[in-house]
């Protein structure tokens, strides 16, 4: 049995106190992983942004809103895990400078300076010990295998599950599973409960001593 952690769902970085960034993820995969690795007879730690839907009564739910929060988070946590699937979207961009007032229509254009959020998965991965693994997710809108490929090494991962854009708010999923070296170990599609299943086999198969 191994502890694993879990990101799921989106986050938000904040415009002003009532307007956010975010994406339409709905934290559906990460339900269904968690619910997998439970099933397999593992500890399941997971942290989420804003979602509606459930996770498995099992599984410690550590909520979370923002990019930084769940990085905090995860960091803190990975520290008592066997290993980490990063399968929530954080928020990539925030806006420089949050306004602490509501901003007001002026009928002019807005300007607003984004800069990069950290990168949670990466930084677990750079950071991971001898005894830890992590798989990541890589969801692309074109050259999905090459930008998979390139996540996977950026990212230091042991894994990469690489999805398309149908994947979001979507009750389906198709992926393919990438090993270290870049190769194509599976491709799966079909009901996100199943690939989940599919893919913690593997993750069992593979990581988990």
Known sequence: MARLLITSGPTRQYLDPVRYLTNASSGRMGAALAAAAIEAGHQVVVI????????????????????DEMLTAAVETFRHCDGMIG???PCDYMPRLVQ??????????????????????ATLGQSKRDDQWVVGFALESEDQHFRAIVKLERKHCDLMVSNGPSAIDADRNEIEILDANGDILAKMEGPKEEVARGILQHIDQRLIK
């Not at 229509?105 to 990069?116: A, D, Q």
């Open 100 to 121: 602490t007032q509501k901003i007001s229509k002026t009928g002019k254009p807005l300007t607003i300076e984004l800069i990069e959020t950290a990168d949670v998965v």
């Open 48 to 67: 989420s942004g804003p979602v509606s839907i459930d996770y498995p009564e099992e599984a410690e739910l550590i909520p979370v809103v923002t990019t």
């Open 87 to 89: 399968a929530a979207a």
